[in-house]
């Protein structure tokens, strides 16, 4: 139905900067809840951000140096992540959520990619 994939994670330094891509085969329409997660080895998968309709929400430890965003003619989803901390070091993932007409959510992940801060 909905495929994800990840890209655009890396090793940088501490302050530097990243911007991670999510591509999407299949439609991610406006209606839908697109986010970010990320993973550390050994933990939960923790939320990073959301765009639900333009309303964002971002993980207070990322507010002010993470942007999420979306190019819709792209079917593209975005994190542009700044000012980058060790403790940003994870795997992460996009995520979109798609309501049904019945009312249930169908829920989609990518596979995630590696982003790697250290000096």
């Known amino acids: 139905q909905l495929q994800l994939a990840e890209s655009g994670g890396g090793l940088v330094q501490p302050g530097g900067s990243l911007m991670l891509s999510c591509a999407a085969r299949?439609?991610?329409?406006?209606?839908?809840?697109v986010a970010w997660y990320r993973q550390r080895p050994g933990e939960q998968r923790d939320f990073v951000a959301s765009d639900s309709e333009g309303n964002k929400n971002y993980a207070d430890s990322v507010k002010g140096r993470f942007t999420i965003g979306r190019d819709s003619a792209k079917n593209m989803i975005y994190l542009q992540m700044n000012s980058l901390k060790p403790e940003d070091t994870a795997v992460y993932y996009c995520?979109?959520?798609?309501?049904?007409?019945?009312?249930?959510?169908?829920?989609?992940w990518g596979q995630g990619t590696q982003v790697t801060v250290s000096s």
């Open positions: 995520n979109v959520k798609k309501k049904r007409i019945g009312g249930s959510v169908a829920d989609y």
């Open positions: 299949g439609s991610v329409f406006s209606s839908n809840t």
